[in-house]
């Protein structure tokens, strides 16, 4: 196993839809630990495949319960709302107040190919939605109101974050105060 760069906004990686897994194999198995190392190296909850650098559809998060990984997650409902402070490994170093379903059922695969079925509430149900995001190529941002987006974006940038990148750049130039 070994750990990897994640990517940093401005990354079109990050940007990019990802593609369905088609192959449960021991590939994505070994990219899952990685992902288990860089996601627990960083500290964080959950991290997906785009942040990476792979396009595909799939995430691994642990939220205390042990290392889980969801190939190809769908997100079936949602309901009630639930504001919460929430950051990205991606966007190292900021948070914002995002209010989404309170409550979620996605649905997916484990990495034998067993049909996963997971209703989530408050900070899982959260994790699930964002991860879902990455896969979708959707940021953080992308929930902010047009005010927020805009200073949002103006701190982003003051971080030297949100140029465009190579997609090979890596995060290690980068200094967060
Ligand atoms: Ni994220």
């Known amino acids: 196993m070994s ?3 994640i990517r940093i906004f401005g990354d079109p990686v990050l940007r990019t839809p990802a593609d369905v897994v088609t192959e449960l194999d021991g590939r994505l198995a070994r ?33 205390g319960d042990g290392p889980e990984v969801l190939v190809n997650p769908v997100l079936e409902e949602g309901d009630g709302e639930w504001v ?43 994790l699930f939605q964002h ?11 992308d929930h902010l109101d047009d005010e927020q987006r805009r200073d949002a974006m103006r701190v982003i940038r003051e ?8 997609p090979s750049s890596t995060a290690g130039g980068l200094s967060l105060p």
């Open 3 to 5: 750990s990897h760069a």
């Open 31 to 63: 990219l899952a630990d990685d992902m288990f190392d860089t996601m627990y190296d960083a500290n964080g909850l959950g991290l997906a495949a785009p942040q990476i650098g792979v396009r595909k559809r799939f995430f691994v998060y642990d939220h």
């Open 84 to 126: 919460y402070e929430e950051g990205c490994l991606s966007v190292p170093g900021l948070s914002w107040e995002i209010t989404r379903p309170k409550t979620v059922h996605v649905v997916g695969f484990d990495l034998d190919g067993n049909e996963v079925s997971i209703e989530a509430d408050e900070l899982v149900a959260r």
């Open 131 to 141: 991860e879902l995001d990455h896969l979708n190529g959707v940021l953080l941002v």
């Open 159 to 166: 971080m030297g974050m949100g140029r465009s990148q190579k």
